[in-house]
């Protein structure tokens, strides 16, 4: 199973941006699909972003409310994931989680076998 490490997480004002990162250890990095999920207090855990194997290329998919805001990238040779959040919003404040999986596509967090600890993101003037 993959181990998984977040980072980048960290305050900022309504507008801003910021990048986290996953490094990935001990499994098979470029087979998996990667994933970032976040949680807010008293809400669920919800899909954020997906980027699929990178065996053969990549394709992304993403939430409606973070489309054309959010990115998701993978360095294979490096074993990362990245999320670049761009123009941040107060409703995007959570918890955000780097997951890894076996599907090739899913926007089910039940799909994704391997999780991080979390990275809080918190948005505020």
């Known amino acids: 199973q993959v181990q998984l490490v977040e980072s980048g997480g960290g305050l900022v004002q309504p507008g801003g941006s910021l990048r986290l990162s996953c490094a990935a250890s001990g499994g098979a990095f470029s087979s998996s699909i990667m994933g970032w999920f976040r949680q807010a207090p008293g809400k669920e855990r919800e899909f954020v972003a997906g980027?699929?194997?990178?065996?053969?290329?990549?394709?992304?998919y993403y939430a409606d409310a973070v489309k054309g805001r959010f990115t998701i990238s993978r360095d294979n040779a490096k074993n990362t994931v990245a999320l670049q959040m761009n123009s941040l919003k107060a409703e995007d404040a959570a918890v955000y989680y780097c997951?890894?999986?076996?599907?090739?596509?899913?926007?089910?967090?039940?799909?994704?076998?391997?999780w991080g600890q979390g990275t809080q993101v918190t948005v505020s003037s």
């Open positions: 997951a890894a999986g076996a599907r090739t596509y899913s926007r089910d967090y039940r799909d994704f076998t391997s």
């Open positions: 980027i699929s194997r990178g065996l053969k290329g990549t394709a992304t």
